[in-house]
């Protein structure tokens, strides 16, 4: 019974980190490296992530400057960044790639206020998921009268607790995330 709900809470913890980096990848109107974590480069026939090929860093608060390892990644990495959802446009010097964060629209902050609560709402339809997988395992066992009655019973009480725990970060996470696509 323990096992099962140290696996549940596993899981949980781990839909959590997955909304942390998806939260962390969505574009605000301030610069930061994480915006280009999902951004991936050509690299010797490889599918590399930006960060393995090149330095990022945010100088000032609405500019980000990337530079590569090797100087003959610079036009693919500004094609991967055109491409990219983050609707920016580097420019490159032939050494460094400087990409100017433009403040956002009222229409594009909404736009991503409503992408952040549809990610928010898949995490807490992983999250019953996960309960579900939980409790159905809790079944099998009393079924299998390796537990009993009560202590799936008990056992279901706490996946609930859980489930409750981490909703409920799911909803502060989300709130931090709106408060700060909505800063001006």
């Given amino acids: 019974m323990n096992e099962v709900l140290k696996r549940t809470e596993d899981k949980m913890k ?3 980190q997955t909304l942390e980096h998806d939260f962390h990848s969505l574009r605000t109107g301030r610069a930061s490296a994480g915006m280009f974590e999902k951004i991936r480069i050509s690299y010797y026939g490889q599918d590399t992530p930006l960060s393995q090929v090149a330095s990022i860093s945010v100088p000032e608060a609405r500019l ?13 990495i500004e094609r ?3 491409k990219s959802e983050l609707s920016l446009n580097p420019s490159n010097d032939g050494r460094i790639i400087r990409i ?47 537990i009993s009655e009560d202590d799936q019973k008990l056992a279901t009480t706490k996946i609930q607790d ?13 709130s931090k995330k709106e408060q700060e696509i909505l800063e001006v």
Avoid: F, M
């Fill in 64 to 76: 980000v400057v990337i530079q590569p390892w090797d100087k003959g990644l610079l036009s693919e």
């Fill in 80 to 82: 991967a960044i055109q």
């Fill in 100 to 146: 100017n964060i433009p403040p956002l629209t009222e229409e594009r902050r909404k736009d991503l206020v409503k992408h952040a609560k549809q990610v928010a709402e898949q995490s807490k339809v992983a999250l019953r998921n996960v309960r579900r997988d939980g409790n159905d395992e809790l079944k099998k066992l009393e079924k299998a009268k390796e």
């Fill in 162 to 174: 859980l489930i409750d725990t981490y909703v409920k970060q799911v909803d502060d996470l989300l």
């Fill in 14 to 16: 781990k839909t959590i």
